[in-house]
């Protein structure tokens, strides 16, 4: 299984992003997604996850500025990421679970993880 982050890069204050996370050697659409971050000196922490039945859920610091969609038939997750914060510089992770439940779901609970892609973000 391979989750592969992309889409990571440098942006100003007030900017989008769009990254995207490709999975292969699962059925993607029976996996449950989730994004996390983690910026420098701080620990990683949850952005938010979709479930694979529809709904998404996200942490309070990025509530009303990001969306996580999915393309099953391209096992594909995305995170738009709009009004872009210098607080939301950080390394991105994607990572996949098939629990049944799906918010407030523990990093050790998710199954796979991707490899992380740094955003930047300049005031």
């Known amino acids: 299984v391979q989750l592969q982050a992309s889409g990571g890069g440098l942006v100003q204050a007030g900017g989008s992003l769009r990254l995207s996370c490709e999975a292969s050697?699962?059925?993607?659409?029976?996996?449950?997604m989730g994004w996390f971050r983690r910026a420098p000196g701080k620990e990683r922490e949850f952005v938010g996850c979709?479930?694979?039945?529809?709904?998404?859920y996200y942490a309070d610091s990025v509530k009303g500025r990001f969306a996580i969609s999915r393309d099953n038939t391209k096992s594909t997750s995305y995170l738009q990421m709009n009004i872009l914060k210098p607080d939301d510089t950080a390394v991105y992770y994607c990572a996949a679970h098939g629990d049944r439940r799906w918010k407030r779901i523990p990093e050790s609970d998710y199954e796979f993880w991707g490899q992380g892609t740094q955003v930047t973000v300049s005031s």
């Open positions: 050697g699962l059925t993607f659409s029976s996996y449950n």
């Open positions: 979709d479930s694979r039945n529809g709904g998404e």
